[in-house]
């Protein structure tokens, strides 16, 4: 199925709606809200989001302490350019209204449009079609466009508007809402000529602006006219029956033009002259592209196969496609958790970008590279010598948590970015990119583990920090942050050596920039050789960290439904006090890091994790789905799965209006791919062990490795392997070596666990 659908017209559908119906093309996002507006007091988030494109604010602590940050970034709301009124006979179209004798809005995510078709009988009587469709350009990224068609014999009036009177959107009940200053925009430029309107707005702190160019183009006379206010342009245009209209308005920002004016005014120029069928035409190619090898293909279930387009689409539509920006908790579809970059992106976005689009993965990584120096500057205020940290959230750089113990404390972000920084190592085989930005970060980070950690009974240690389990707070050796702090050490000092093996040129210089001895590395390798990692001989699992089997087990049975999630209803410390996790912790470490303990261990721990995890964040499903599948209860993989897929589509975690939960949708394909089909990319090459669930006829996948491009087709008899491009690719099935070439197709007969 390549399109979702709704005919709601109830607030809290048409809320959530707004998330799903989002048009992005990774630097600028529109939520679908209706261009004519709502009924009175509806609260919509209408909102258009420029990437990265922020302000600063304040954060108030009641007590604050020595290295908190004391401002943050948010990502702002900008101005509105969707606003398009239709009057029919004067009478104001609006989906509400008891005229409509039909509604449907589609999202096509074959051709990357929305479409909304309304008919209306008018209090006269008279039948009108109006179909609205809109695009937010792949090609042109500082295009918005909107095409309206309008069947009707009488008079038609059209009022198109852009608008500078835009806040953020406040929410004080959520923690994971903003609850602070929410306006933020001051315009300082506005001006209408020949249908053309612009306006700038400067933001209050950051000092950036943004311009909005919008023009109007129709098929046929009209009478016109012009009002306008401080910060709203409003155009009146009456036609006389059928009319096409198409509103073109375009974006820039100074974080990526140098004249935000000049430059609009010259893409307009360019765009203008094509026709909405042009833009069209070209989203569908783009489109096309992006699903000839990032197609994902489930049989015998059309939901779960529409969920996961759906999310793919929609990271596509999200993920930053220039250096200054990434892909945030939210995408561009909403402004939950403000807008900020987190460890979201490499433990759970990127993989599937570098398997389907690694040019998209590769810029993510350089938008980490990009925010080296920050890091570096928070390494210092935390007290390190050398190193860097990076930020648990951020836009541009520097720490935006406002919670240390679910913020900064969470250092296994450094570990999380180097992850994703050998992960594509190992994938692309770059070299040239090691050496000029993956050693130095690899380096950098590991750094801080060698500053922060010390020698305990001949055992590296790691104490006060937080897992990505939110739910436990600045701990001692949690597993998760030990192993993945071993992992980015000894990938340091491996990239090191193989650089110094190859007689690289720019070691020499990285050596001086970052007064990097060989001393220094034998102490990295000797930490990560003695790192520790907790194991419970009784139990036979690796604990959480040092005292977590040491806390009471939260009292799950007594715990009513509607008190989840937990942290909407009970203080930290209550949570704090007992064994409850809000999401995978060591078993993402298990996952991310499958060579550290026999399957045993991983598959004792999965048991016993499973049994205090709340899944109350979206990251954590789709992590015990891939373990499940690991350790071959695929009846659970499949479970976990279906709760990742629809997740938004059917808003189970009663938020999306904020957002789409952007990792969990990296989460589903990962289900899939790194789960049934037990694909993991090591240093030794490519490994698949495809297994599949019952309930599914089949289904398939690409792989992109060191230029080649695999599709792997999996059903209940056998396996298929193509080379769709490239050279020949060694695999390791099921541990034993395979060879897969363009001349021949691989089948082997699927293995099974029972
Ligand atoms: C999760 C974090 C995640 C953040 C943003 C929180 O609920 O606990 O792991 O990074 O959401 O998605």
New binding site residues.
């Given amino acids: 199925m390549w399109h979702i659908e709704s005919s709601a017209r109830d607030e809290n559908t048409l809320l959530v709606n707004e998330s799903l119906f989002t048009l992005a093309n990774g630097y600028l996002g529109v939520r679908g809200t209706f261009e004519e507006g709502y009924k009175e007091n509806f609260k919509s988030i209408r909102g258009t989001y420029i990437n990265a494109f922020y302000d600063i604010t304040d954060i108030n602590y009641g007590e604050s302490a020595y290295g908190f940050p004391k401002t943050q970034q948010k990502l702002l709301n900008v101005i509105d350019a969707g606003g398009l009124e239709v009057y029919l006979d004067d009478e104001r179209v609006t989906v509400f209204s008891d005229q409509v004798t039909y509604f449907k809005r589609l999202l096509h995510l074959d051709k990357g449009y929305s479409e909304r078709i309304i008919k209306y009988k008018t209090k006269l009587g008279k039948q009108a079609t109006i179909t609205f469709k809109r695009l937010v350009s792949f090609d042109s990224k500082e295009l918005f466009a909107i095409n309206v068609d309008i069947q009707y014999q009488g008079n038609v009036k059209i009022i198109s508007t852009v608008s500078a009177d835009v806040t953020n959107f406040v929410d004080s009940h959520d923690p994971?809402v903003n609850h602070g200053e929410h306006q933020f925009l001051n315009v300082t430029h506005f001006k209408h000529k020949n249908d053309t309107s612009i306006i700038t707005c400067k933001t209050k702190r950051s000092n950036l602006l943004v311009t909005c160019t919008s023009h109007d183009v129709y098929n046929k006379e009209c009478e016109s006219t012009v009002e306008t206010t401080k910060d709203h342009i409003i155009k009146t245009y009456e036609f006389s029956g059928d009319v096409t209209f198409n509103k073109y308005n375009i974006y820039t920002d100074s974080r990526r033009h140098k004249d935000t004016i000049e430059n609009g005014l010259s893409i307009l120029n360019q765009v203008k002259t094509k026709s909405f069928d042009d833009l069209l035409h070209s989203q569908h190619l783009y489109m096309s592209t992006f699903w000839k090898y990032g197609d994902i293909v489930i049989e015998g279930d059309d939901a779960l196969q529409q969920g996961l387009r759906f999310n793919l689409y929609q990271l596509l539509q999200s993920v930053g496609k220039d250096e200054c920006s990434n892909i945030a908790?939210?995408g561009l579809t909403g402004e939950g958790?403000e807008g900020?970059y987190?460890?979201?992106t490499e433990i759970y976005i990127f993989p599937v970008f570098l398997m389907i689009n690694p040019t998209i993965a590769k810029n993510l990584l350089m938008y980490r590279y990009s925010i080296l120096e920050e890091a570096r500057g928070r390494a210092k205020e935390l007290g390190h010598s050398k190193g860097a940290l990076f930020p648990?959230?951020t836009i541009a750089g520097t720490e935006c948590s406002a919670y240390f113990p679910?913020g900064t404390a969470?250092y296994h972000i450094n570990a999380d970015i180097a992850y994703s920084f050998i992960k594509y190592f190992v994938t692309t085989n770059d070299l040239e990119f090691i050496e000029h930005y993956g050693l130095e970060v690899l380096v950098e980070t590991a750094r801080v583990y060698l500053d922060m950690g010390f020698f305990d009974k001949g055992s590296f240690k790691l104490n006060a920090v937080t897992g990505?389990?939110?739910y436990t707070a600045i701990v001692n050796n949690n597993y998760y942050t030990n192993a993945m702090a071993k992992y980015n050490m000894k990938w340091a000092v491996r990239i090191y050596r193989l650089l110094e093996n190859h007689n690289s040129r720019y070691l020499g210089a990285l050596k001086d920039r970052l007064s990097l001895t060989t001393e220094e590395i034998t102490a990295i390798e000797e930490a990560a050789n003695h790192m520790y990692l907790p194991i419970d001989e009784e139990l036979n699992i690796n604990p959480q960290d040092d005292t977590f089997l040491s806390k009471e087990i939260w009292n799950f049975k007594e715990t009513p439904d509607a008190h989840y999630p937990l942290?909407l209803h009970y203080h930290p410390l209550t949570i704090y006090r007992y064994q409850v996790c809000?999401?995978a912790d060591t078993v993402l470490a298990h996952f991310l890091l499958e060579d550290e303990q026999p399957l045993d261990v991983i598959k004792d721990s999965y048991e016993y994790y499973e049994q205090v995890t709340t899944h109350?964040?979206?990251?954590s499903s789709c992590v015990f789905s891939i373990m499940a599948s690991k350790i071959g209860d695929m009846d659970k993989a499949y479970n976990y799965f279906i709760e990742t897929s629809r997740l938004d589509l059917d808003n189970t975690h009663k938020n999306t209006k904020d957002g789409l939960?952007?990792?969990n949708m990296g989460g589903t394909w990962m289900s899939i791919v790194y789960g049934f089909a037990g694909l993991r990319l090591k240093f030794d090459g490519v490994h698949l062990a495809p297994k599949i669930p019952k309930q599914l006829n089949g289904y398939s996948f690409y792989v992109n490795y060191k230029n080649s491009v695999l599709r792997v087709t999996v059903n209940h008899e056998q396996l298929e392997i193509v080379l769709e491009e490239g050279t020949d690719v060694a695999i390791t099935l099921y541990g034993e070596e395979i060879n897969v070439s363009l001349q021949q197709k691989y089948i082997k007969t699927i293995e099974r666990d029972d």
């Fill in positions: 994971r908790a939210k958790y900020h987190f460890w979201d648990w959230r679910a969470q990505p389990d939110e942290l809000k999401q109350d964040s979206s990251l939960h952007m990792a």
